[in-house]
């Protein structure tokens, strides 16, 4: 072997359990044990002194320290309000996953003996723009050059195809996490990955399996002991509760039966859950995972994708066999169960590996051509001979494989989660959403249209960028979400319905830009959407500062 | 205010509100911090969502000092309701014990302290008790008639249960009466406690009441209607961009719809839960009765009207009370002896049921073996007949002749296999002829006659022994007929697009899973962009020709079958369409309305102008412009007619005038030509000298041109000589006459301008003011 290449790792950053991943010198993805040698660690944050503790006994702690321990931060990603207060300091959900993402990269520096500086970090595919930037920003925090976001079930796709390398076929990726749910239909082919469309719901995961079995208990204390007592206003008392209820439920999953004890207020009472029981009260959920996909089958047949050849089970909640006899039930077939918790980091790792070959060839041939790199990302051709001969010569200078190298130009095609749109007039002269970019579109992806001032010597346009679930071209606005604005002014003296085009452009990591022309004068403004729901500037530059210093542990 | 206070949900002083701006700011981040921390509690979790969500509201109400005031007064009055809320079931209670005619002075003590209120307070409420005792009657028939009916036993026990007349009551009465009553039964499993919690929960933010209230449908509707709701009411919450509290604890509700109104029972349990819910106000009650540890026989006679108009009959009510007590250790007054009578009656009846099995069981020996020797004797008779028909005479007529026993069963058995096996025979034989049929019919290349004798087959002989070869030979014969059918299609000509496409999709939607379907499918989708140019080439003939209806069919016809990009455009186009053609229609309408109008032109045009003011955007503009221009065309020479009209009376008697082509008229004094109408008479208006040269200019009347101002002298002799020209007095006319300039710099042009009026002198007239033009030649 000579020279080495830039590594880049895949961060699964979940909600309930992380994990971080490589691809080793044989081109084989292998997650990286944390310092207590479990190969995920639960995202959960515990404020002891200055010290922040993350992963299983920050999990642990919660029992003592409630109000100490944040857990399920990914669930409040994007929500601008959520404020967790320790010692008078202020956190954001950004600076609270930063920890866990610094915990999972520590760890893992020592066990491999080298410094992570570039990642690729999971989100799920139904994160819309404020979330994704959340996730970005909390790798920064971390220190990290982020080097894509990508979903979650296209990473999970990635490790199933670079395993399965077969023919042609249609995967229905179900994706139960710890607390989201996505659903995505994936073609995958030998040259090729390319997601057709993805849905899902980031509220709908194992916690609320979790907390149905809390509110099962809770009521059979009230029975035994008959008070009415609310015992899940002690925070003791639920933090326990919340830890057994997800115990329970992996006991159940290879069990009938499990019993559980609920202590508060000096009282003991004795629980037997049943598996009958478990199923009753958590029926509607995976009744819901179930609409979800036929939704997307119903969204994948107007793409002209009538069947698929499989189903993939990923996500730790897909091990309860309730999901696995539900889905066979519902489509007549065995589900196969791909490595649930570790398959969506080996798929980020194997994305940033990609990355780096890519970035290695790309240096190769710009040195060839005597072309700048950017020159040559602009034009690239991987099947080109100029591409072929550098993966050749990368081979025999890096040791690895001319055929992992190559088989590494396979290409990835994502689509958006949601539709883009503008708030405009509809023939009605009703304010109404007028969708640009439709949802499951293949990303990257520009569009284009021409809208048109509404009263003579207009001054402005007032440009309201909106995000939307479906992928119809209006939708009414109280349904939608504003991710941002942009104001175009007008030189004077235009006439009423001066056209106006509007231009949008998402990339692959579902990064927005809006550029608006006027065309009479060809005024123009450029927007990259800068969501206000994330972190910005002071408070950002003080989480940065914080988690510098800060010890993870 | 349907939201809640954010005083009251700040924890901030109410009676004096707080001010204080640091002290609000505080609280904000003190709950700000606390709902976050409880953002993923399994119970609070969503409220909390809910809460962070309206932070940013908060503060924008409570930094306003306008708004803030007007918080803190609505904050006031929700407290006070609240107080309102706790009196009622105050209320409900003193019923309970005034039924006895008075209350002790113990239980006014043990309800204070129940209640955390004064004593006097108490007193205070059983005095406005006294009041309202129909109110009561018609809270409980509304209880009784929310199911949509009420039965006459229901209105008897009423009438008796308030001392009135049934009559009385059922005036009160607004649904049908039926006679006999089943009143729903509280029977069978109930929904487990923590999923009636969760579905209360959440239920509570989105302000329903239920589940059906929810889905927006009554309790009566169909389990198959709410699932199909459910389901419609889940695909409607995933469009939603905002993920809210509001929009959460839907899709949880939407979720518990889809899995609760799956069935019959699991609707069932859930409608048992909800009224064991309400049971539990039956149950605060007995305890609040039940206060010193026995219940008096009036209170538990009320007891069991409260069970009663939660829905139970009034036996279930009773037992329902008895059990609670029972657990609760609370001793009824007057209810033991019946217990002993009911005990003696079973013992009685147990011992008559033993004699009489026994007197029967001998009976029954004799009569079991005679029935075997007819039975053997039967059979064997059968056996020996070959026609299976008469076989079935004689086991007939054995089970007409016998009295049943565990042979008629036999019989019976024989029988049905008897005529299973005349059933397969006769199956057998009509599939052979079926068979043979088909055959020269597929030989003679007519499969869909073919299948139908296959079809009629099956239908003829359900589940019977040769449906599977049925089947196969339908499935063949399909094959045969969808190959034959796709050769058909290969041989289309080329050139007719239309043609060929409606065949291509045609045989798709007969064979849906046929075996060239892939092949089909790709011809349809290389025929995506001839098809499209082919049907341009209509849309726009049917443009051209306004048909937009036409259009829109064209339009139709290639979305329907193809999802491309000139799909989309063909879509976009449509949508251009459907606008021109309901544009159309609507200014159809509106013509049709106008030319009703007859020759009301102001009527009409006031229409067309409505129309615009209505559509300003309608693709019909032009149209309508167009009608607008004639109308106001139509309606001027109207005016003219009647004008002119007018004149030629009033000049009838002067020989001076003469009227020569139609509208110009000559004067035989000076010998010349002048418009029989003046400006005025015209334009109804006056108008500005640049304004009246440019009208005399451009005229046209009776096909005469080449018009001109008079002059000064003109005018005067056309006017102010004998048998003058007609005219209204006070009138000015431009002359020709014009000083451009005027000397002193001024820069206004001034003009002589002709008074028609005697004894007026001419003068001068800036320009740009107004008079009138007669127009001479």
């Known amino acids: 072997m000579g020279t080495q290449m830039k590594r880049i790792y895949g961060i699964d950053l979940g909600t309930t359990y992380s994990s971080i991943a490589y691809v080793d ?21 515990f404020f002891d002194g200055d010290a922040v503790v993350v992963g299983g006994v920050a999990k642990e702690s919660a029992r003592l320290y409630p109000n100490e321990v944040v857990s399920f931060i990914k669930r409040s990603m994007g929500e601008p309000n959520f404020l967790f207060e320790y010692n008078g300091k202020s956190y954001r959900p950004e600076e609270i996953s930063a920890y866990v993402l610094k915990k999972v990269a520590k760890d893992a520096e020592e066990k491999i003996g080298e410094a992570i500086t570039d990642v690729v970090i999971t989100c799920p595919a139904y994160f819309g723009i404020n979330e994704r930037e959340a996730t970005k920003i909390a790798g920064e925090i971390a220190g990290f050059n982020v080097r894509q976001i990508i979903n979650e079930p296209t990473a999970a796709a990635i490790a199933y195809g670079s395993i399965e390398q077969t023919d042609n076929r249609v995967v229905l990726v179900y994706d139960l996490g710890g607390g989201t749910f996505d659903i995505t239909m994936i073609d995958i082919r030998p040259d090729a990955i390319q997601v057709i469309c993805t849905g899902g719901d980031h509220n709908l995961g194992g916690k609320d399996w979790d ?22 206003e002690d925070p003791d008392t639920w933090q326990d509760l919340q830890l057994s209820a997800e115990k329970s439920k992996k006991i159940l999953s290879q069990r009938e039966k499990t019993p ?16 009958d029981k478990f199923y009753e009260i958590t029926r509607d959920l995976l009744e819901r995972t179930i609409s979800l996909t036929h939704g997307i089958l119903e969204e994948a047949r107007k793409k002209g994708y009538n069947r698929f050849d499989e189903i993939i089970l990923v996500g730790g909640s897909t091990r ?4 696995e006899q539900r889905i066979k039930e519902e489509f007549g077939m065995d589900p196969k169960v791909f490595d649930p918790d570790e398959a969506v980091a080996k798929g980020a790792a194997i994305f940033g590996w990609k990355l780096s070959i890519n970035d290695d060839l790309i240096k190769r041939v710009a040195q060839k051509t005597q072309k700048t790199v950017e020159e040559i990302t602009k034009t690239m051709d991987t099947s080109s001979q100029q591409f072929k001969d550098a993966a050749r010569e990368m081979a025999d200078d890096t040791g690895v494989t001319q055929a992992a190298v190559e088989s590494s130009l396979i290409k990835i095609r994502d689509v958006t989660s949601k539709s883009f749109g503008v708030v ?51 939708v009414p606005v109280e349904t939608a979400v504003e991710i941002g604005t942009a104001v175009l002014n007008l030189p004077t003296g235009l006439p009423t319905e001066t056209p106006v085009e509007i231009s949008f452009s998402l990339n692959r990591e579902g990064r927005l830009q809006i550029t608006a022309r006027e065309t009479t004068e060809s005024k123009e403004v450029n927007v990259v959407i800068e969501t206000t729901s994330v972190i910005r500037g002071k408070d950002l530059d003080e989480a940065k500062a914080r988690s510098q210093g800060a010890v993870v542990q | 205010m349907d939201r809640e206070n954010y005083y009251i949900l700040l924890e901030l002083d109410i009676d004096p509100p707080e001010q204080d701006p640091a002290k609000i700011d505080a609280a904000i981040k003190r709950m700000q911090a606390n709902w976050s921390r409880l953002r993923n509690h399994p119970t609070k979790g969503i409220q909390a969502k809910n809460y962070i969500g309206l932070i940013p509201e908060i503060r924008k109400v409570m930094s306003d000092p306008e708004l803030r005031e007007a918080e803190a007064r609505e904050a006031l009055k929700v407290s006070r309701e609240k107080e309102g809320e706790a009196f009622a079931e105050i209320d409900r209670h003193l019923a309970l014990h005034l039924s006895k005619g008075y209350v002790s002075n113990q239980e006014i003590t043990k309800l204070a302290e129940l209640h955390h209120i004064e004593e006097d307070d108490i007193r205070a409420r059983i005095k406005l008790m006294e009041e309202g005792k129909l109110a009561e009657l018609d809270n409980q028939l509304g209880l009784r008639m929310a199911k949509g009916y009420i039965t006459q036993e229901e209105i008897s026990k009423l009438a008796k249960a308030h001392g009135m007349t049934e009559k009385d009551v059922k005036k009160r009465v607004n649904v049908p009466i039926r006679k006999a009553g089943s009143a729903e039964k509280i029977k069978g499993k109930s929904l487990d406690k923590s999923i009636e919690k969760v579905i209360n929960d959440n239920l509570k933010i989105v302000g329903h009441s239920s589940l059906y209230e929810f889905l927006g449908l009554p309790e009566t509707t169909s389990v198959e209607l709410l699932r199909k709701t459910a389901r419609k009411k889940e695909a409607e919450i995933l469009k939603i961009a905002k993920k809210d509290a509001l929009v959460t604890a839907s899709g949880i509700l939407a979720g518990q719809c889809s899995a609760i109104f799956r069935d019959q029972e699991s609707r069932a349990s859930y409608d048992i839960s909800r009224g064991r819910s309400r049971l539990k106000d039956l149950e605060a009650d007995i305890d609040v009765a039940g206060i010193d540890g026995k219940i008096r026989s009036q209170y538990f006679d009320i007891l069991v009207k409260t069970g009663q108009d939660l829905g139970m009959d009034e036996a279930e009510a009773k037992s329902f009370i008895k059990n609670y007590c029972q657990k609760k250790n609370y001793a009824i007054e007057g209810q033991e002896k019946r217990k002993i009578s009911k005990k003696q009656f079973i013992i009685i009846g147990a011992a008559l049921v033993v004699l009489c099995v026994a007197a029967m069981g001998a009976l029954y020996l004799l009569m079991a073996m005679q029935a075997k020797a007819e039975f053997e004797d039967t059979t064997e008779r059968a056996l020996q007949q070959k026609d299976p028909e008469k076989r079935i005479v004689i086991y007939r007529n054995y089970v007409a002749v016998n009295d049943p026993s565990k042979y008629t069963e036999q019989v019976n058995a ?26 020269e019919l597929l030989a003679a290349e007519e499969f869909g006659k073919a299948l139908d004798l296959y079809k009629k087959y099956l239908a003829d002989f359900p589940g019977g022994s040769q449906t599977g070869a049925a089947k196969a030979k339908i499935k063949e014969i399909e094959n045969a007929f969808e190959t034959y059918q796709f050769e058909e299609l290969k041989a289309l000509d080329a050139a007719d697009t239309d043609q060929r496409i409606a065949a291509y999709v045609d045989y798709l939607a007969n064979h849906p899973n046929g075996r060239h379907k892939d092949e089909v499918s790709k011809l349809i989708w290389e025929m995506g962009d001839e098809y499209y140019l082919f049907l341009n080439r209509r849309i726009e003939l049917a443009s051209r020709q306004e048909n937009w209806a036409q259009a829109i069919e064209y339009c139709d016809s290639y979305i329907r079958i193809f999802d491309n990009n000139n799909a989309k455009r063909l879509s976009r186009e ?58 106001q065309a139509l309606k001027y020479k109207s005016r003219i007619d009647n004008a002119q009209a007018a004149m030629r009376l009033k ?76 005219a209204a007095p006070g009138l000015v006319f431009w002359s020709s006459k014009s000083n451009p300039r005027w000397a002193d710099g001024y820069m206004a042009e001034q003009v002589i301008v002709v008074s028609v009026d005697e004894g007026v002198e001419n003068f001068r007239l800036d320009s740009r003011k107004c008079a009138a033009v007669h127009a001479v030649k």
């Not at chain 1, 003991?268 to 049943?274: A, I, M, S, Y």
């Not at chain 2, 299973?420 to 049929?437: P, R």
Request: with cysteine.
């Open chain 1, 25 to 45: 010198e044989f081109g084989k993805a292998v997650v990286i044990p944390n310092s207590e040698n479990e190969r995920v660690t639960p995202s959960v944050v």
């Open chain 1, 211 to 232: 907390d149905r079995i809390v509110n099962n208990l809770v009521q059979e204390f009230q029975t035994q002991t008959g008070s009415q007592e609310d015992i899940l």
């Open chain 1, 260 to 275: 559980i004890a609920v202590t508060h207020g000096g009282e003991r009472v004795k629980v037997e859950l049943q598996r």
């Open chain 1, 320 to 323: 309860m066999p309730q999901v």
């Open chain 1, 424 to 474: 405009v007039n509809n023939a009605e002269n009703e304010e109404a959403v007028f969708n640009v970019i439709l949802r499951n579109t293949a990303v990257p992806v520009n569009a284009k249209d021409t809208f048109f001032t509404a009263v003579a010597n207009q001054q402005k346009v007032l440009i309201r960028i909106m995000e939307c679930e479906t992928s119809e071209e209006w």
């Open chain 2, 414 to 439: 024989l029988i049905r296999e008897t005529m299973q096996q005349m059933k397969a025979d006769k199956e057998k034989a009509a599939f052979t002829s079926v068979d043979q049929q088909a055959k």
């Open chain 2, 574 to 631: 449509k949508e251009g369409f459907q606008k021109r053609l309901a544009d159309q229609k609507a200014f159809d309408a509106v013509q049709a309305k106008a030319s009703r109008r007859g020759t009301d032109y102001d009527a009409a045009l006031e229409d067309y102008n409505e129309y615009l003011t209505l559509h300003p955007r309608t693709t019909a503009k032009d149209k309508v412009l167009e009608q607008i221009r004639m109308l």
């Open chain 2, 651 to 726: 000049l009838s008697a002067n020989k001076r005038f003469a009227e020569q082509k139609p509208g110009t008229v000559l004067d035989r004094k000076t010998g010349l030509t002048w418009t029989l109408l003046s400006s005025q008479e015209d334009l109804q208006e006056c108008v500005s000298y640049d304004y009246a040269k440019a009208y005399v200019q451009n005229m046209s009347v009776g096909g005469v041109r080449g018009w001109r101002l008079p002059t000064e002298a003109e005018l005067e002799a056309f006017y102010k000589t004998d048998n003058g020209y007609p």
